[in-house]
C-alpha cells in the first residue's frame, strides 16, 4: 500500500527564515510526486509535479526536489503570504493520488 | 488549468438526511474524483466518477452512502446519504488535466 508521510506537522517561521519541508513515501512504480498549497477554507492548489530522482522544481520562493525516497519543498525567505499547509502526494498506477498528512507553515512578520 | 465550480460551498445539515453536491468544469474530461477531507485531515479519495459508467469506488467507500452522478463530460454530483455527525468534512472534485490533479473549492458539511 502506498505511504506518505510529511513532517514536521508544523512549522513556525520567522519572515525571512528559510526552512525546508520533508515528504517521504512509499510507493511502487511512482508515477509522480505532488505538491500543493493549501489556504483555509479552500480546495488544494497545484504548485509542482515531480517525475524522477534528482529532478527540481522552482516557484517563487519555492523549491521542491525528489529523491528515491523523499522530496523536499524548500521555502526561501517566506513571506507572510506564505502561510499555509503544505500537501504533498504521490501518484502510481492508475489514477489515485495518495496524500500525506500536511504541513501546517505560519511566517510571522 | 481547469475552472471547477462546487455548490454549496458550504451547509449544515441535519442527522438522517441527505446531500447531494455539484461540481461542474469549465472543460470536457474523462475522469472526474470526489475527495473528503475530514477535519485536520488530510485527503482520501472517495470514488472516480467515469462519464457513462458506474463510479469506482476506494475501499471504505460504498455507493448507497456516497452515490455519484455522471451525465456528461463536465459535470458530476456526488450524494451524503443518511448523514451522521461522523460525515462532517470537506468535501472536494477534482479532474485531471496535464497529468495534474486540480481541485474545486470544496464543499464543506456540518451534519448536526
Known amino acids: 500500500e502506498d505511504q506518505v508521510t510529511q513532517s514536521p506537522e508544523a512549522l513556525r517561521l520567522q519572515e525571512g527564515e528559510s526552512s525546508s519541508l520533508n515528504c517521504s513515501y512509499t510507493?511502487?512504480?511512482?508515477?509522480?510526486l505532488f505538491w500543493y498549497r493549501q489556504d483555509p477554507g479552500k480546495g488544494p492548489e497545484f504548485l509542482f509535479t515531480?517525475?524522477?530522482a534528482g529532478e527540481e522544481k522552482e516557484k517563487e520562493r519555492l523549491k521542491a526536489t525528489l529523491t528515491k525516497k523523499e522530496s523536499f519543498l524548500h521555502i526561501t525567505a517566506p513571506k507572510p503570504e506564505d502561510s499555509a499547509t503544505y500537501l504533498c502526494a504521490v501518484k502510481a498506477a492508475g489514477n489515485k493520488l495518495t496524500f500525506g498528512g500536511g504541513t501546517r507553515v505560519l511566517v510571522k512578520p | 488549468s481547469a475552472v471547477i465550480s462546487q455548490k454549496p460551498s458550504r451547509d449544515i445539515c441535519q442527522r438522517g438526511t441527505s446531500l447531494t453536491i455539484q461540481c461542474q468544469v469549465d472543460?470536457?474530461?474523462?475522469?472526474m474524483f470526489w475527495y473528503r477531507q475530514q477535519p485536520g485531515q488530510s485527503l482520501t479519495l472517495i470514488a472516480t466518477a467515469n462519464q457513462g459508467s458506474e463510479a469506482t469506488y476506494e475501499s471504505g467507500f460504498v455507493i448507497d452512502k456516497f452515490p455519484i452522478s455522471r451525465p456528461n463530460l463536465t459535470f458530476s454530483t456526488l450524494t451524503v446519504s443518511n448523514m451522521s455527525p461522523e460525515d462532517s468534512s470537506i468535501y472536494l472534485c477534482?479532474?485531471?488535466?496535464?497529468?495534474?490533479?486540480?481541485f474545486g473549492e470544496g464543499s464543506r458539511l456540518t451534519v448536526l
Open positions: 472543460s470536457q474530461v474523462t475522469m
Open positions: 515531480l517525475y524522477s
Open positions: 477534482s479532474v485531471m488535466g496535464s497529468g495534474e490533479l486540480f
Open positions: 510507493v511502487s512504480g511512482l508515477r509522480g
